[in-house]
């Protein structure tokens, strides 16, 4: 019964910015660990980004920290990702993925529930 839909995507011209939602349902969410994951044509899973359920620890691949920010509103049952500075690196299909841990899993093995993905294509 648990579902996470993510939203959000388009194309993007380098340098500009999108705001990626995952909507959860059928899980507690406020007690679940978000994070978001990329995959690129032909390429492996990356992580990118997770957020801790306790709401305070976070981790970010080095190719995005300062650039993009996640983020877990508990109230909406929703998590973000906001998306800076865009670069053509980053285009890849981005999932969001939940699991009840009490830290930021860079991991994708770590994370049993994953939505759809949402496509993010950044021209130059």
């Known amino acids: 019964q648990v579902q996470l839909v993510e939203s959000g995507g388009g194309l993007v011209q380098a340098g500009g910015s999108l705001r990626l939602s995952c909507a959860a349902s059928g899980l507690t969410f406020s007690t679940y660990a978000m994070s978001w994951f990329r995959q690129g044509p032909g390429k492996q899973r990356e992580f990118v980004a997770a957020m801790a359920w306790r709401g305070g620890s976070t981790n970010y691949a080095d190719s995005v920290k300062g650039r993009f920010t996640i983020s877990k509103d508990n109230a909406e049952n929703t998590a973000y990702l906001e998306m800076n500075n865009l670069e053509p690196e980053d285009t890849a299909v981005y999932y969001c993925?939940?699991?009840?841990?009490?830290?930021?899993?860079?991991?994708?093995?770590?994370?049993?529930?994953w939505g759809q993905g949402t496509q993010v294509t950044v021209s130059s």
């Open positions: 993925a939940a699991e009840r841990l009490g830290f930021a899993s860079t991991r994708s093995r770590e994370y049993t529930y």
